[in-house]
T-cell receptor, first 117, second 108 residues
Framework: GAVVSQHPSWVICKSGTSVKIECRSLDFQATTMFWYRQFPKQSLMLMATSNEGSKATYEQGVEKDKFLINHASLTLSTLTVTSAHPEDSSFYICSARDGREIGETQYFGPGTRLLVL | ELKVEQNPLFLSMQEGKNYTIYCNYSTTSDRLYWYRQDPGKSLESLFVLLSNGAVKQEGRLMASLDTKARLSTLHITAAVHDLSATYFC????????FGAGTRLTVKP
């Protein structure tokens, strides 16, 4: 089956620094990738949708300048949390859609746990 | 705007018992997903339901879809401790919208 990886799996950083999270589709080309955020004991909330070679589409309430998304290739999307603050601490999960598939199945990565001190 | 509502949000069951988790949604959709999430982990895909009347079963879990009622159910048969997890339903309407999740605890 389709595999999506994320790196790093967890990260601890100081407040004010920037953190980059990578999402890779390992055995398929992902024309569309999605970034979700999940706070403890809550559901997944879609942050943004990124299409290869174009600007990401952000959900309402998500700051574009704070959460920079780059989908530079068909197998890689990155999320950079700029000037991170403790309230950005969360579980970030990406997913990818296989461009060859007619359906809309998303394949989820293992997640990245971010802790901002 | 697509809304997805799950209930119950918390479910504590004894081993061997049966129970159903409900997922209601607000707009037309013919593709519904069920996921399992263990603590600290990402999502594990359980079922994809593609059409009205679809029923899928895997082990002690069975999912069904009624697109006319905009309702999906996840039925648990003879629960075991290993089923303890959080279960999410989700719909794809250009992007994926998740229910709030049902936190299931199966007690011996």
């Amino acid at each position: 089956g389709a595999v999506v990886s994320q790196h790093p799996s967890w990260v601890i950083c100081k407040s004010g620094t920037s953190v980059k999270i990578e999402c890779r589709s390992l055995d398929f080309q992902a024309t569309t990738m999605f970034w979700y955020r999940q706070f403890p004991k809550q559901s997944l909330m879609l942050m943004a949708t990124s299409n290869e070679g174009s600007k990401a589409t952000y959900e309402q309430g998500v700051e574009k300048d704070k959460f920079l998304i780059n989908h530079a290739s068909l197998t890689l999307s990155t999320l950079t949390v700029t000037s991170a603050h403790p309230e950005d601490s969360s579980f970030y999960i990406c997913s990818a859609r296989d461009g060859r598939e007619i359906g809309e199945t998303q394949y989820f990565g293992p997640g990245t746990r971010l802790l901002v001190l | 705007e697509l809304k997805v509502e799950q209930n119950p949000l918390f479910l504590s069951m004894q081993e061997g018992k049966n129970y159903t988790i409900y997922c209601n949604y607000s707009t037309t959709s013919d593709r519904l997903y069920w996921y399992r999430q263990d603590p600290g982990k990402s999502l594990e895909s359980l079922f994809v339901l593609l059409s009205n009347g679809a029923v899928k079963q895997e082990g002690r879990l069975m999912a069904s879809l009624d697109t006319k009622a905009r309702l999906s159910t996840l039925h648990i048969t003879a629960a075991v401790h290993d089923l303890s997890a959080t279960y999410f339903c989700a719909l794809n309407n250009n992007d994926m919208r998740f229910g709030a999740g049902t936190r299931l605890t199966v007690k011996p």
